[in-house]
């Protein structure tokens, strides 16, 4: 049990018996009225955001999560398949707990596993990951005169803008939080 106090991002608490991740939070006290305490929290199984008031002054329950290292190995109808590195045991995560993960996921890469009652309910990515471009079009010079990008496809099918330099064949670093380009590595 833990008070508003010790609060923090990234937290996961338990309510209603389900696991919620913190994304931001607030507390407020106003003149003679009972403390609120406002989550904006997301469910860690379905990946839902909601935001919920609480009591200011009832103890919050935090979850009891495990954090394990695993190596992804590939995804087949829905269902993407990791190893754990201790006890190389092998699990399933659904498609809905992976989300929008599932655009910087390669084969091989090691990414954390959060545990819920002994089910994976979602992973952990690092904060970028190396993609290879597998498709862009030939940037040209003089074509702007200040930093100009262009769409590049990524091995994974993502998407996204970087500058007209990088050629197909190339490895970009990807912030995974974002989904934008960093650099050509």
Known sequence: ????????????????????????????????????LTL??????TGQVLERKLPGHRPLQLAQVDHREAQYLYGEDGLYNFMDQETFDQYPVGDEQIGDAKNYLIEGAVVGVVFFNDNPIAIELPTSVELAVTETNPGYKGDTAQGGTKPATLETGLVLQVPLFVNEGDKVKVDTRTGSYLERV
């Open 40 to 45: 904006r929290i997301k469910h860690l199984k």
């Open 1 to 36: 049990m833990i008070s508003y106090s010790d609060l923090k991002r990234g937290i996961v608490l338990e309510l209603d018996g389900e696991p919620w991740q913190v994304i931001e939070y607030q507390h407020t006290k106003m003149q003679q009225q009972a403390p609120t």
